[in-house]
């Protein structure tokens, strides 16, 4: 996964680094409509930011998510 900038614009590489003209390794817009930060999804409730956190949680609480219990059925078809 990749990183996720804190604000949508900036020159301090959107929250990540005090240094205004120091190298980052991702690439960046000043655009300031960009959705892709935290500060612009934080609010979204259907945001992949929240779909995440949720899923996450998620797979806290679900034995089977946690374990990575297979579930199998022996039934037979009513063909046979």
């Given at each position: 996964?990749?990183?996720?900038?804190?604000?949508?614009?900036?020159?301090?590489?959107?929250?990540?680094s005090t240094e205004s003209d120091a190298p980052i390794f991702?690439?960046?817009?000043?655009d300031k409509l960009e959705?892709?930060?935290?500060?612009?999804?934080?609010?979204i409730s259907d945001s992949p930011l929240k779909i995440y956190r949720k899923l996450a949680k998620l797979r806290q609480r679900d034995e089977a998510l946690i374990v990575g219990i297979k579930m199998t059925s022996n039934k037979k078809s009513a063909t046979s």
């Open positions: 996964m990749g990183v996720m900038q804190w604000y949508p614009t900036g020159k301090d590489h959107h929250g990540f991702f690439p960046e817009t000043d959705m892709d930060n935290y500060n612009s999804q934080f609010d």
